[in-house]
């Protein structure tokens, strides 16, 4: 166990001492690298981060904070746009090296631990031939992307990752432990689906798991057009889409052709409108599904190829490492409306960096069939969540690419359905969250009451406990 001089205003040497992990600290080696997110533009200076070794050094963290008064935030993947995996002056309850995952083939469940990441998770499923849903990349946190909703490339066939959740192990505000699920601490196991870090620290996850493709085999990539093209590629896909079979999904975006192979260098640099595609249906039918989605207008590139399922997860994962500066507004659309496509053009011309992109996720399928009170995630009813993404390296570009964001997304919010994606969020306001609930916020504020009355978990997109607010 490390103590540290640099820990001086509560007992953190009684800390320390009581659990395995490590605790770090202002002034130790380690610190500024314990202390970075995903995001470069966060710089938070904690207390102190507990690296967890287990479920008992998380109780031990929750409980040490609360009798000293000091704010917990709680570390998953560390992704989170807005940073709030970290926040000055609070303990951090880090959860980085708890990344075990259990397989039941025959259950068809996966149980994994909260510091693991998607690219974990589909390392162990797809072994079996199988997957459950998740994102669309592989480095990000299972815990925070699962407790938001989770979307991604099976969503359209299999539902979001809150779907498949089957039972949550959590440590509550008072330290004590208790498994969520349908049938124990079921109003909890409700708010965890979509609810986001407000109810407690949960230390490992049960999702239900699915054969996919061909024993884990997809056929899955990116099909690029002009920028030009945008508004019929737009068009021709909100049309395509509602007739495609669910074994078939993809997202569209906006981008810059990445200035590395297997992208042809004559189109490195190029502004492009495209769409990646993940089939992973029977292989035997894969021709004549695909074939609508190859054959459409004038591609530049048509980069469909068989695949393990975790290797597209992983396809863009060295395009956007660790560090870079991130700013993210997000909606969920109703539609791809001829007015939204009037917008994208316009700021698709302006893209500000190579890195900038705007997608837009399918929310169908089986989403749309579990209705929307059934789990606190709350647009369900069908379209697209949204969100427009600008990244760079250089910490001088920080205005350029969160003005270009804010410019577009305040063009695009007449058009969209009134909120957006928690996880896609910056720190927006009270307003933004209780629209991205919608008629789920109060009952989750009842909840919130019930579990969390102190709001302790506050360093969230936060659900204030019913009654008002108690910081
Ligand atoms: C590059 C990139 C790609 C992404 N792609 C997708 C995508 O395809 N689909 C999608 O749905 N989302 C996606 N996201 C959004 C992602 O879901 C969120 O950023 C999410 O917060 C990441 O989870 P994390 O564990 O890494 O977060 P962290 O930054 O560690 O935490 C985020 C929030 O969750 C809380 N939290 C974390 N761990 C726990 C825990 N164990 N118990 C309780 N609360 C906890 C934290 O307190 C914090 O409030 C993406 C994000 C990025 C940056």
């Given at each position: 166990m490390t103590t540290s001089a640099g820990l001086t205003t509560a007992p953190y040497e009684d800390l320390a001492a009581a659990v395995r992990g490590n605790l770090i600290a202002p002034g130790d080696p380690e610190y500024d690298q314990a202390r970075a997110v995903y995001n470069g533009m966060i710089d938070k200076h904690p207390a102190a981060i507990a690296r967890c070794r287990d479920t008992a050094d998380v109780i031990t963290c929750v409980r040490f904070a609360r009798e000293h008064g000091i704010e917990i935030a709680v570390r998953g993947g560390g992704h989170n746009g807005a940073g709030l995996a970290v926040w000055d002056d609070a303990l951090v309850i880090d959860l980085s090296l708890l990344r075990s995952t259990t397989v039941s083939p025959q259950n068809h469940t996966v149980r994994v631990d909260a510091g693991c990441t998607w690219a974990d998770v589909d390392h162990a499923t797809v072994a079996f031939g199988m997957a459950t849903p998740s994102g669309f990349?592989?480095?990000?946190?299972v815990a925070g992307l699962a407790l938001g909703g989770g979307i991604g490339y099976l969503a359209r066939r299999f539902g979001l990752t809150v779907d498949n959740l089957l039972a949550a192990d959590v440590v509550l505000a008072d330290g004590t432990f208790v498994t969520a699920s349908a049938d124990s601490h079921s109003d909890l196991f409700w708010a965890l689906r979509g609810g986001g870090g407000n109810f407690g620290v949960v230390t490992s996850f049960t999702f239900r798991c699915h054969d996919i493709g061909d024993h884990g085999m997809i056929i899955g990539g990116p099909v690029l057009y002009d920028l030009a093209d945008t508004p019929e590629v737009m068009r021709w896909y909100r049309e395509l889409l509602p007739s495609l079979p669910e074994e078939l999904s993809g997202w569209i975006a906006l981008l810059t052709i990445p200035?590395?192979?297997?992208?042809?260098q004559e189109l490195w640099g190029r502004k492009a409108c495209g769409i990646v595609w993940c089939y992973t249906g029977p292989h035997d039918r894969a021709d004549e599904v695909l074939e609508p989605v190859k054959t459409f207008g004038s591609p530049l590139v048509v980069g469909l190829h068989a695949m393990p399922f975790n290797v597209l997860q992983g396809a863009f994962d060295a395009l956007y490492p660790a560090g870079l500066q991130w700013y993210w507004r997000t909606d969920f659309f109703n539609e791809i409306s001829d007015e939204a496509i009037d917008v994208h053009v316009k700021y698709g011309a302006q893209l500000p960096t190579g890195h900038s992109t705007m997608h837009l996720y399918p929310i169908d399928g089986a989403v749309s069939r579990v209705?929307?009170?059934?789990?606190?995630?709350?647009?369900?009813?069908?379209g697209f969540a949204g969100v427009i993404v600008g990244v760079d390296p250089d910490p001088a570009n920080a205005g350029l690419i969160t003005q270009w964001a804010r410019d577009y997304w305040e063009a695009l919010h007449p058009t969209s359905a009134g909120g957006g994606y928690i996880n896609f969020?910056?720190?927006?306001?009270q307003d933004r969250i209780r629209a991205a609930y919608r008629g789920n916020y109060d009952r989750l504020a009842q909840i919130k009451q019930r579990y969390d009355p102190d709001n302790t978990?506050?360093?969230?997109q936060n659900i204030q406990p019913a009654g008002g607010p108690n910081p």
């Open positions: 990349l592989g480095s990000t946190g200035p590395a192979p297997p992208f042809p209705p929307a009170d059934a789990t606190a995630f709350a647009y369900r009813e069908g969020m910056m720190l927006e306001g978990f506050h360093i969230c």
